[in-house]
T-cell receptor, first 116, second 115 residues
């Protein structure tokens, strides 16, 4: 499809395990974003990638969270030693050109992470 | 820092009627963008409409219009002629000034359209 693709759509893991969440942005979009949506905190920004620039990691909640973007396209969000408070929906978005006037971010359907 | 406030409780709307969703914001940036997204039960965030802080006219996109009152720092979404498929959570979001590309979201408004 032409939209942002995220996998898996659902992930159940045990506390203490590592998980990897994948995001495939819209083709040609230079910017990629990760957000987290939880009942208590709403939608929170996690990290932002733009081209070859250093990512903006200022939203990552702890050093257990990391993300990379390979070849300027696919991104992987990794959560190490998962905790129950990590349970949330992780949303990925991409945008065509952050310098553009609107810089509309288009979202994927998210990965629902449940930590038991 | 940007702050978005959506305080309305869940709303029931009669099909074919209009509904207004309130959004107020706070920012010190002179240039910013305001967005509305729709999130149906499937979970995907769907972009609806955008308003730039320097835009002279209110944005419109089909049945969606944005009532932008800059002095009051409000950006209310108006959905005209509601349809059953409009039942969803609606989120107001803001992007700050130059170089700030992250979105700050409000808590959302739940809308249920009834036949």
């Amino acid at each position: 499809g032409a939209g942002v693709s995220q996998s898996p759509s659902n992930k159940v893991t045990e506390k203490g395990k590592d998980v990897e969440l994948r995001c495939d942005p819209i083709s040609g979009h230079t910017a990629l974003y990760w957000y987290r949506q939880s009942l208590g905190q709403g939608l929170e920004f996690l990290i932002y990638f733009q081209g070859n620039s250093a990512p903006d990691k200022s939203g990552l909640p702890s050093d257990r969270f990391s993300a990379e973007r390979t070849g300027g396209s696919v991104s992987t969000l990794t959560i190490q030693r998962t905790q129950q408070e990590d349970s949330a929906v992780y949303l990925c978005a991409s945008s065509l050109d952050p310098s553009g006037r609107a810089n509309i971010q288009y979202f994927g359907a998210g990965t629902r992470l449940s930590v038991l | 820092a940007q702050k978005i406030t959506q305080t309305q409780p869940g709303m029931f709307v009669q099909e074919k009627e209009a509904v207004t969703l309130d959004c107020t914001y706070d920012t010190s940036d002179p240039s910013y963008g305001l967005f509305w997204y729709k999130q149906p039960s499937s979970g995907e965030m769907i972009f609806l409409i955008y308003q730039g802080s320097y835009d002279q006219q209110n944005a419109t996109e089909g049945r969606y219009s944005l009532n932008f009152q800059k002095a009051r720092k409000s950006a209310n979404l108006v959905i005209s002629a509601s349809q059953l498929g409009d039942s969803a959570m609606y989120f107001c979001a803001m992007r700050g000034g130059y170089g700030n590309n992250r979105l700050a979201f409000g808590k959302g408004n739940q809308v249920v359209v009834i036949p």
